[in-house]
């Protein structure tokens, strides 16, 4: 099994879920984060003040899948994400030694 980490751009989230969903990937955890990498936030004007935004805000997408599926999710993850600019996002994969239903403990793949 393998645990995928995404961040990515907001306004790409609905096309990365549309893109799982084709591939039968019916789960995963969303959060709104914010960070930073090569970007390095950005300067924006207000009422004629300049400021500097170091955080912007990101979506991180969480999911656990059979290793089988794994690289179709991290293709469906890229493609959905991708506009080809700066900021676009990360996509980090783990191991999963193990998963655990809570309600009717099944484990290991079957608990996905």
Partial sequence: ?????AII????????HEALLEIGITGMTVTEVQGYGRQKGK??????????VNFLPKV??????????AAKA????????????IGDGKIF????????RI????TGESAL
């Avoid at 751009?9 to 990365?16: D, F, I, Y």
């Avoid at 300067?43 to 500097?52: L, Q, V």
């Avoid at 991290?74 to 600019?85: E, L, N, Q, V």
């Avoid at 994969?93 to 655990?100: E, G, N, R, W």
């Fill in 1 to 5: 099994m393998k645990y995928i980490i």
């Fill in 9 to 16: 751009q907001p306004g790409r989230l609905t096309a990365v």
């Fill in 43 to 52: 300067s924006e004007i207000y009422r004629g003040a300049e400021y500097t």
């Fill in 60 to 69: 991180k997408i969480e999911l656990a899948v059979p290793a089988k599926v």
């Fill in 74 to 85: 991290i293709d469906a993850i890229k493609s959905a994400s991708s506009s080809g600019k």
């Fill in 93 to 100: 994969t783990f191991d999963l030694q193990d998963a655990i």
């Fill in 103 to 106: 309600r009717t403990s099944e």
